[in-house]
């Protein structure tokens, strides 16, 4: 079974610039977030969708983050315009359902914000 | 959210036994405690669940004490692929699915 894919692996930009990273889900999986892991810390939930329907977005910076999953597949996170303190891994996760035991996660997309 | 206390690090032997501990005082009844770890340049991974009884899987054992203030995660035999950082979660029954990381233990084994 493929596991949770997302892209680019790494990433480098300028602040103010703008950035977005893509994740593909495991197939079935209807619950899909997005977390962000400073350096030293643990990951902490950005957003989570039901299949195309935003659950809980509450730690997103909304001024600045934007994240979709139009058909309740493949997700896409934007930020625009990055500061420095972006700098982070960027954590995709699925589960079968909301309540799922199990997520499982992504390698992560490393943003480093200059 | 209950709160979970972990030690920072921890080192160990290969081939020997871990335990993790994690401390969780003011867990609910409804509370699920998971542990989750996370290898170097890798998202977390599942290591196992459990609400009252002790656990068993392939990867590990958890052992929760009888009033479930505290848990302990054992590695039986330690390989230097299970160093990592692992987190102990609790999670709520019917939560969205939300998890609270906090900042885990560092395991490091050494050969």
């Known amino acids: 079974e493929a596991g949770v894919a997302q892209s680019p692996r790494y990433k480098i930009i300028e602040k103010r610039q703008s950035v977005a990273f893509w994740c593909n889900p495991i197939?079935?999986?209807?619950?899909l977030y997005w977390y962000q892991q400073i350096l030293g810390q643990g990951p902490k939930l950005l957003i989570q969708f039901q299949n195309n329907g935003v659950v809980d977005d509450s730690q997103l910076p909304k001024d600045r983050f934007s994240a979709e999953r139009l058909k309740g597949v493949d997700s896409t996170l934007k930020i625009q315009p990055a500061k420095l303190e972006d700098s982070a891994v960027y954590l995709c996760?699925?589960?079968?359902?909301?309540?799922?035991?199990?997520?499982?996660f992504g390698p992560g997309t490393r943003l480093l914000v200059l | 959210d209950a709160k979970t206390t972990q030690p920072n690090s921890m080192e160990s032997n290969e081939e020997e036994p871990v335990h993790l501990p994690c401390n969780h005082s003011t867990i609910s009844g409804t509370d699920y405690i998971h542990w989750y770890r996370q290898l170097p340049s890798q998202g977390p991974e599942y290591v196992i669940h459990g609400l009252t009884s002790n656990v068993n899987n392939r990867m590990a054992s958890l052992a929760i004490a009888e009033d479930r203030k505290s848990s302990t995660l054992i590695l039986h035999r330690a390989t230097l692929r299970d160093a990592a950082v692992y987190y102990c979660?609790?999670?709520?029954?019917?939560?969205?699915?939300?998890?609270?990381f906090g900042q885990g233990t560092t395991l490091q084994v050494k050969p």
């Open positions: 996760a699925s589960s079968l359902v909301a309540g799922a035991e199990t997520q499982y």
């Open positions: 979660i609790l999670r709520s029954f019917g939560n969205t699915g939300k998890l609270i």
């Open positions: 197939s079935g999986h209807a619950t």
